[in-house]
């Protein structure tokens, strides 16, 4: 269930799950996804091989453990990353996320705003809110969006 919608640095938990948006071309250039490939090499190395051989895709999750107790899931937004993220693939994608939730072993998760980065993303927050919302309330897991990424 949501426990806390609003603005903060997504990056300040050292345990439970960061959803990381990606697109399946194997492209993290802006953004968080920038971020993750910075921090975290060996998970952007493992992300490209897996998109280009064609193995993460549109309906894929990809979770990786980068330290005791922090794990990073990525969830494709797009297909490019010159694409706009699709409220469709949101919905698709966070229903896949909620299906799964159990085995992913963790009572937190952390989540930027998917699919809502500026000239990134491009969905408004204000608009697909209902849908973060609606999927987020079904699982026990206390969930915390962030809106607004610092």
């Known amino acids: 269930m949501v426990v806390y919608e609003g603005p903060g640095d997504v ?4 345990e439970g799950i960061l959803l990381v948006p990606v697109n399946i071309d194997g492209i993290m250039g802006k953004g968080i996804a920038a971020y ?3 921090t975290y090499p060996e998970v952007y190395r493992r992300y490209r091989v897996m998109c280009k051989d064609g193995k993460f895709g549109l309906n894929s999750l990809m979770l990786f453990e980068v330290r005791k107790g922090l794990k990073l899931l990525l969830i494709p937004t797009k297909h490019h990353w010159y694409d706009v993220s ?3 693939l949101l919905e698709q994608n ?3 996320l909620v299906e799964s ?3 992913l072993a963790a ?3 952390y989540t930027p705003a ?3 980065g500026v000239n ?3 969905l408004e927050y204000r608009k697909v809110r209902h849908i973060f919302r609606y999927w987020f309330d079904r699982i026990p897991n206390d969930v915390y969006i962030y809106s607004e990424w610092r």
């Open 86 to 88: 699709t409220t469709e």
């Open 11 to 14: 990056f300040k938990h050292d």
């Open 120 to 122: 990134t993303g491009t």
């Open 101 to 103: 939730v159990d085995r």
């Open 107 to 109: 009572s937190k998760i």
């Open 94 to 96: 966070l229903r896949k």
């Open 36 to 38: 993750i490939r910075a």
């Open 114 to 116: 998917l699919g809502c």
